[in-house]
């Protein structure tokens, strides 16, 4: 199963490099794809919704 850094050094790298990719394209949903993650959930890291997927998951919410 999908195992989400909980060092708070990933987690602020993250949320730094996502910051920084809305700022030249700020629309859209933030994904994280896996091929181990079972069920869908999402995390607020540094006030950016970042929604963890599986590959299905992925292909549904693309097709919405």
Known sequence: K???PTDSKALSNI???LAA???Q???GKN???SHNIEKTFVRTINTIDVQFV???SLLEELAS
């Open 31 to 33: 994904f994280v794809v």
């Open 2 to 4: 999908y195992s989400m």
């Open 15 to 17: 949320g730094r490099n």
């Open 21 to 23: 990719f809305r700022e």
């Open 25 to 27: 394209y700020p629309d």
């Open 54 to 56: 599986g590959i299905e």
